[in-house]
């Protein structure tokens, strides 16, 4: 084993060495539904000491403080753009809390003398830092589902893992995983299997740690385990400077063969793109990141969320009342979040968008948009190997099942012994119903149900009509009014026109085509309901380049005549993700 003989605290020069980057710190706690963020205001590399400075309006710091000490993750950009991230990973420092005013505090932290640690079993715990990593695929259901990651620390006894934060929707603590598979750059595999022990939110990116057990391994696989520990120990003392360069070359598990080196070429080129965020995006984004992390708290904790609910409505509601123009733009970016969290934000953002124009006082408009926010959380509960994933084209048994997905949510809150107000209430059980009754779960009629919920279905069914849904092509807004206006037995017809009066035959974030062959986002509109601000990104005559020019209607005659919108997928454009 390699022993850390360095005068200087190793743990404190790595963190040194990514405060000089930009950085996120979050200090977090695996009972805790969000991270705090945090700033360093001092570090002393000799004794391994770092004050944190923490802005914090919570009632109680004690769950993230257990024992007194705390746990956090730095992230550090890399200058390059497109390269990921360095994220170094802390557990358990003793720290100590010093009260500055009524919301700021100060955690003075004694961080370990070393930058190894041990697991439960008291093996050695090794964490990937300064670029180094693996890969993992997990198999979650046998020949069904596989999600991949890639690893931050590896031990005998097993491995803590990142993963998309959609993709650990099919994740549960205690669940077993039939195939556990870790590939190092060089191209090695270690296939086991596994248990997942806890689960929690990861940094500020979208990602969830994964903790895992290997289980069932016989003693040839143990043994090669070892071996593959020892190499990671290596690498990481090689890395950081506790092993003597000259002792040896670096590890080859952690060089790059020819097929690693094009996978890090394609993950270079997709983390260039979305690089700029207007503050209206980064908040919608927040909003998408936060509902999944409920979902995780909701699904493998005993407590329901409450506080992180609220604070995504009171995002709304104020992104709603400073810029709604804005914000309607920003919604038409959350086309790589999960369906289900796409659908709910921007229903509710345009519920909460009628309401507030109804009665900018309502006492009811918060708790029915927080209705609105969780009527589709049911869904990823359900995901199981009879439905192993919301992405797939659904067979008719399976569309059916997915129709419990109030039930499974009602019945998830009623276990975690929340109780929603009657508002938030009325609107996770019914929004799904329909004036004549053929919607679900009860299959209620119009007499029984609310103005909110009469108004909600008709958002609804224009928003499913609208994005492509279980292989069904999306239709054009004006299109998919002539057919809920067609439906006066299942939709008001009142409420269809007041929702067109809001949002136009032209919504803000649809593709519009000019008759001079470009295409161009819609940015805003006129008291008419008109484009009056697009974004150009593409003139048909040329469809191999791109464009990327805002232009005022006085401009328009540069691009010829509004011809009407169109499905970006039949032009093969994405929208990229800075509105």
């Not at 080129?269 to 995006?281: A, F, G, I, V, Y």
Request: charged share 20%; with cysteine; net charge negative.
């Amino acid at each position: 084993m390699i022993i850390d003989t360095a005068k200087q605290n190793t743990t404190g020069q790595i963190i040194r060495s990514l405060l000089k980057k930009e950085h996120t710190i979050s200090i977090f706690s695996k009972e805790a539904a969000y991270a705090i963020e945090a700033k360093a205001i001092k570090i002393e590399l000799d004794s391994g000491k770092i004050t944190l400075a923490i802005h914090y309006t919570g009632s109680s710091l004690s769950p993230y403080l257990q024992n007194d000490t705390i746990c956090f993750d730095i992230e550090a950009s890399h200058p390059t753009p497109g390269i990921e991230e360095e994220i170094y990973n802390i557990e358990q420092v003793p720290a100590q809390v010093i009260k500055i005013d009524t919301c700021t505090y100060h955690l003075e932290c004694q961080l370990p003398g070393s930058i190894f640690s041990s697991d439960n079993r008291r093996a050695l715990r090794v964490p990937f830092i300064l670029g180094m990593y693996a890969r993992v695929h997990l198999e979650v259901f046998a020949h069904e589902l596989n999600v991949e990651g890639k690893v931050r620390n590896l031990s005998v006894g097993g491995c803590m893992v990142y993963v998309r934060l959609e993709d650990s929707m099919a994740l549960s603590v205690n669940q077993a995983l039939p195939e556990v598979t870790l590939e190092f750059p060089n191209g090695e595999t270690f296939n086991t299997q596994g248990r997942i022990c806890h689960m929690r939110p990861f940094g500020s990116h979208d990602y969830a740690a994964i903790g895992i057990e290997f289980i069932n391994m016989s003693a040839t696989m143990t043994e090669t385990l070892f071996h593959y520990v020892s190499e990671a120990e290596f690498e990481a003392a090689f890395r950081s400077g506790i092993q003597d360069s000259s002792s040896r070359a670096k590890s080859r598990l952690f060089i790059a063969d020819a097929k690693e080196k094009k996978m890090q070429q394609k993950e270079e080129r997709d983390q260039t793109k979305n690089t700029q965020r207007s503050p209206l995006l980064r908040g919608v984004l927040e909003v998408a990141h936060q509902l999944q992390v409920m979902l995780m708290f909701t699904k493998n904790k005993d407590v329901f969320p409450e506080e992180s609910l609220y604070e995504c409505v009171d995002s709304l509601l104020y992104m709603v009342t400073q810029d709604r123009r804005g914000l309607q733009y920003a919604l038409a970016f959350l086309h790589d979040e999960p369906e289900w969290v796409r659908h709910a934000i921007q229903v509710s953002s345009q519920l909460a968008m009628i309401l507030i124009s109804r009665d900018p006082y309502a006492s009811q408009t918060r708790e029915t948009v927080a209705g609105a926010l969780l009527h589709t959380m049911g869904k990823p509960l359900l995901i199981s190997e009879q439905l192993p994933s919301l992405k797939i084209r659904m067979s008719p048994s399976q569309a059916e099942l997915l129709k419990e997905h109030v039930v499974a949510l009602n019945n998830r809150l009623t276990a975690l012994s929340w109780v929603a107000s009657p508002a938030c209430h009325d609107i996770i059980l019914n929004a799904n119903e329909r004036l004549d009754g053929s919607g679900y779960p009860a299959g209620k009629q119009a007499s029984k149900l609310s103005e909110s919920v009469r108004l909600i279905s008709v958002i609804k069914i224009i928003n499913k009509l609208t994005h492509e849904r279980n292989g069904q092509h999306p239709r054009q807004p004006l299109d998919a009014y002539r057919w809920v206006n067609n439906c006066p037995a299942i939709y008001e017809k009142s409420l269809l026109v007041e929702y067109i009066q809001h949002f136009g035959l032209y919504p803000i974030g649809s593709l519009a085509k000019f008759s001079n062959g470009f295409l161009a986002w819609i940015m805003d509109v006129d008291a008419k309901g008109m484009p009056c601000k697009v974004n150009v990104i593409k003139n048909l005559s040329f469809r191999d380049t791109s464009i990327d020019t805002v232009l005022e209607n006085s401009d328009f005659t540069q691009i010829g005549r509004l011809e009407g919108t169109v499905n970006p997928t039949d032009y093969n454009i994405h929208m990229v993700n800075h509105p």
